[in-house]
């Protein structure tokens, strides 16, 4: 179930980072509720393995041939993005205007899938109204849900999670030899070998781990969390010391403490271990509402009092004591915290008051510095990488977001994070980036640079998007302010903007002139890299509908030569995409087939699935102009199954196709065109990529 590029994949499940323990009679059990009902919620505690217990469930099923999906929500602290959220995992494009809810239940209504909520209690009613959205459009959906609390909807199952077996050597039958098949002992001993490689359960440590794992309830996480410590207390130390810990809470007795209580106290023993400095990192890493990288950590967590050079050893000392999971990715080692582990953290930093809000500004800038170097690097050759490095911090930019846009005259750095990250709404987050610029921009404030780049920045998405009058719009309210304040390169950007908007809707005389004049701005004291080629591709396209093709591929060359000099390749493709129409407009149908297909290889390497259906379109057209009608009906019916499984819809995703589609339809006759269309469209996202490459 890996994620792979470019191609669709039945189903994501995070790896698992350790060994599974036990559980075999309440995987069952909850299995068999799974069978009979399409929302079954795993309840319990903090720490009590709602999520493990969900994973395995889920690996075990076999009967979803549309896969099972995990969307983890604990990052997620805003339930206006819960759809985008769970839209992003099932790889749908979020290049659409529609609402990411409607994307998402149309995508599901025909699927036999299971979808996982994980950690649903901090959005329970968000949660819970999408479910009944989802599962009244999609009778072949199921959901799994996990949550401290139930989603309380009707038809739903709740599976209360128990704790791991312990032995109770107080019971007249307990046997010691015995004691190692039970789940909390086998856990504990796991874990403590992993912590110190030397331990092993045996007769002389066997009834301290037994009474450990019974006064810690059975509870996985506090289990865990004891079993970190081997390597620097014995077993009987350790059961000891926590025997003090639970007494002393207890008032002096041997009471039973509630299990949350006995989680808390475990933590809160685990915290008191810990060497001064991993206390102050664990409670600074709280800011953290996902994954992290040791240079967030040290840039965010280090100061005279933490000091930087000592993060990386930390951060091991607190993974040996299972404070903290890591794990490879394509972005390198990442960090996290349990939920759990992360709240107690929190509680540190807010009674520590103005310290949060120091915290929450580092946080917020280090990914503001992140977002101006992203904004930098796009401008070269890295873009990939770059673009893939954003992905995996969206938790962390829509925390950022959130705090500048709630703070006290923080707004600012709203606008500012929100149009850094124009390329990445772009190609990859339209939708979300919306939204981010929308609360960004309704924020009161003066002209500035930063609020002049969040409207052309939302002025190019409703390109995207597909919104006309928002093009328009954004893209006059940005000049004026930019021209208010001498931004040339803002400006530049949005005469480009009302440049596209009358080069697709409008006069494209207008057109012409707009653009020529952005050219001008960014050739003179604008963006060289990506303002200027873009602004010579639309400039294309408006001469292109005043008849002068020569014209055209003039710009389009001009356009290409400025992008090789850089290494950029996003606007690149674009401009192989737009030199299609001047080909095919001059009759050069073997042209304008190489340009569409190198073009849709630079869409594939980024993953633009919007770009790849545009590129097949542009593909389309040369092959039905060249006389191959039956490849180019394909050829529309993958494009057409490309954007349906992602999402998109399809109405005005190409300017080719209107021109393609009649002329395949009248050269095939119209029941050879439907077939070849659908066959199209039944070839798997591979198959459709290899064919249309001509690999296939």
């Not at 994949?9 to 060994?19: N, S, V």
């Not at 092993?200 to 079993?227: K, M, Q, S, T, Y």
């Not at 129409?581 to 290889?601: V, W």
Request: charged share 25%; net charge negative; proline share 4%.
């Amino acid at each position: 179930m890996d994620e792979r590029a470019g191609e669709a994949q039945l189903g994501y499940l995070p790896p698992e980072a350790t060994t599974f323990i036990g559980r075999r009679d309440e995987l069952a059990d909850a299995a068999e509720l799974l069978t009979g009902t399409r929302l079954l919620t795993l309840t319990g505690a903090g720490g009590s393995g709602k999520t493990r217990l969900a994973l395995r469930l889920a690996a075990e099923r076999a009967e979803f041939p549309d896969g099972v999906w995990c969307v983890q929500l604990s990052g997620l602290q805003d339930p206006d993005l819960l759809a985008h959220a769970i839209a992003e995992r099932l790889q749908l494009a979020d290049q659409t205007s529609r609402p990411q809810l409607d994307v998402v239940t149309e995508f599901l209504a025909d699927k036999r899938l299971l979808l996982i909520l994980d950690t649903c209690e901090h959005l329970v009613d968000a949660c819970a109204l999408l479910a009944e959205v989802l599962l009244r459009a999609a009778p072949g959906l199921r959901i799994l849900a996990t949550s401290r609390q139930r989603l309380n909807i009707v038809g739903e199952q709740v599976f209360l999670v128990p704790p791991l077996s312990v032995p109770d050597p107080d019971a007249p039958d307990y046997d010691p030899m015995a004691a190692a098949s039970h789940d909390a002992v086998r856990l504990f001993a796991d874990r403590a070998a992993e912590a110190e490689p030397a331990f092993r359960l045996d007769a002389r440590n066997e009834a301290a781990v037994v009474r450990l794992c019974r006064r810690l309830d059975g509870l996985p996480l506090a289990i865990e969390l004891a079993a970190g410590w081997v390597s620097t207390l014995s077993v009987e130390q350790l059961s000891e010391r926590l025997d003090d810990r639970f007494q002393l809470l207890a008032g002096g007795t041997r009471a039973e403490l509630p299990r949350h209580e006995t989680m808390r106290t475990t933590i809160g023993w685990s915290h008191e271990l810990c060497s001064p400095l991993e206390r102050l990192l664990w409670t600074r890493l709280s800011v953290f509402p996902a994954e992290f990288d040791l240079e967030a950590a040290e840039r965010v967590c280090g100061d005279e009092q933490l000091p930087p050079g000592k993060i990386s050893w930390l951060l091991s000392a607190l993974v040996g004591k299972s404070i903290l999971m890591s794990q490879e990715s394509p972005a390198g080692l990442r960090f996290r915290q349990l939920d759990t582990l992360r709240e107690y953290g929190r509680s540190w930093l807010v009674r520590l008051g103005a310290e949060e809000v120091r915290q929450q500004t580092r946080h917020r800038d280090h990914y503001l510095r992140l977002a101006q170097d992203f904004d930098a690097g796009w401008r070269g050759p890295e873009q990939l990488s770059w673009l893939l490095r954003l992905q995996s911090e969206l938790p962390n930019i829509r925390a950022a977001m959130d705090f500048s846009l709630s703070a006290p005259g923080q707004t600012h750095a709203a606008l500012d994070l929100s149009g850094r990250l124009v390329f990445l709404w772009l190609a990859y987050a339209a939708t979300e980036g919306r939204l981010h610029l929308d609360r960004a921009l309704q924020t009161p404030g003066d002209a500035t640079p930063e609020r002049a780049r969040a409207l052309w920045a939302r002025s190019w998405v409703a390109v995207v998007l597909n919104d006309p009058d928002g093009t328009a719009d954004f893209a006059a309210r940005g000049r004026a302010v930019a021209e208010r304040i001498d931004d040339p390169e803002a400006a530049g950007y949005a005469l480009f903007l009302q440049g596209v908007h009358h080069a697709f809707y409008g006069d494209a005389e207008a057109s012409v002139d707009l653009v020529q004049r952005a050219a001008d701005l960014h050739g003179r004291r604008g963006d060289r890299v990506i303002g200027l080629p873009f602004a010579l591709s639309v400039l294309s396209t408006a001469f292109l509908r005043l008849d002068r093709p020569g014209d055209a591929i003039g710009m389009l060359e001009v356009a290409r030569s400025m992008c090789e000099v850089s290494g950029e390749e996003w606007a690149r493709s674009y401009v192989d995409f737009y030199q299609v129409n001047a080909e095919l407009a001059i009759g050069d149908h073997a042209a304008a087939a190489r340009f569409a297909l190198t073009s849709l290889r630079a869409k594939i390497r980024m993953r633009d699935i919007l770009g790849q259906c545009l590129a097949i379109d542009a593909l389309a057209g040369a092959t039905v102009a060249a006389g191959d009608a039956a490849r180019a009906a394909q050829l529309l019916g993958i494009a057409r199954q490309l954007a349906d499984s992602a999402g998109l819809g399809y109405a005005g995703l190409a300017m080719i196709r209107s021109k393609a589609e009649p002329r395949a339809r009248e050269l095939l006759g119209d029941a050879a065109f439907r077939a070849a269309v659908a066959e199209g469209r039944n070839r798997s996202h591979a198959e459709a990529l290899a064919y249309a490459l001509g690999d296939g």
